[in-house]
């Protein structure tokens, strides 16, 4: 199993401002998820991030407002830009395993915007 | 339609109690994996099995197990004797041919309470 670290855990936003988080992942992967899960609701795929190429967005998702970087096969960043209260969601990182069959989360970023 | 369906929103029992948790999934893949997350108050996802589609063999893993009938579509879930640790939010989630299996569509989930 891949063992997925994410940062910050939580955080407290006010309006307008940016936020980036942080996906390490112990193993080297070739694609890297970012999903978000709005309070009550279930998870929803945002976009991928394969390494050396831009990311590909799900429909609803543009990159203007959550772009995203892939420096390596580690590593991922989501960036969640001039938020508003409608961002506050959890928002969790995710790599297949060499199988491609099973998914791996990270703990997820609980964001909340004021 | 929703690809993924958890009709059960919320559901509450008594610790000891026996509870199904239920899932029906769409697709027109003959190749696919199902899979149930449990989402604990502190938000991580917990993986808890995987089924590929030509498995149909019943699973059962401690006080855990799957029903997976291909004839209803439906994966469902059983716990057995619940405990209050098993209260969280559970996601049944689908993974298809078209995202290389990659990528998992989710459904809505069913908040599980287990009351003392």
């Known amino acids: 199993s891949a063992v997925i670290s994410q940062k910050p855990s939580r955080d407290i936003c006010q309006r307008g401002t940016s936020l980036t988080i942080q996906c390490q992942v112990d193993?080297?992967?070739?694609?890297m998820f970012w999903y978000r899960q709005q309070p009550g609701q279930s998870l929803t795929l945002i976009a991928t991030?394969?390494?050396?190429?831009?990311?590909?967005?799900e429909s609803g998702f543009v990159i203007d407002k959550f772009p995203i970087s892939r420096p390596n096969l580690t590593f991922s960043t989501l960036t969640v830009s001039n938020m508003s209260p409608e961002d506050s969601s959890i928002y969790l990182c995710s790599v297949v395993g060499p199988l491609n069959t099973e998914a791996f989360f990270g703990q997820g970023t609980r964001l909340t915007v004021v | 339609a929703q690809k993924v369906t958890q009709a059960q929103t919320e559901i509450s029992v008594v610790e000891k109690e026996d509870v199904t948790l239920d899932c029906v999934y769409e697709?027109?893949?003959?190749?696919?994996?199902l899979f149930w997350y449990k989402q604990p108050p502190s938000g991580e996802l917990v993986f808890l099995i995987r089924r590929n589609s030509f498995d149909e063999q019943n699973e059962i893993s401690g006080r855990y197990s799957w029903n997976f009938q291909k004839s209803t579509s439906s994966f469902n879930f059983t716990i057995t004797a619940s405990q209050v640790v098993d209260s969280a939010v559970y996601f049944c989630a689908l993974s298809e041919e078209d995202s290389g299996y990659s990528t998992l569509t989710f459904g809505k989930g069913t908040m599980l309470l287990v009351s003392p």
């Open positions: 697709t027109r893949d003959t190749t696919y994996y």
């Open positions: 991030a394969n390494q050396g190429s831009e990311a590909t967005y």
């Open positions: 193993s080297q992967v070739t694609m």
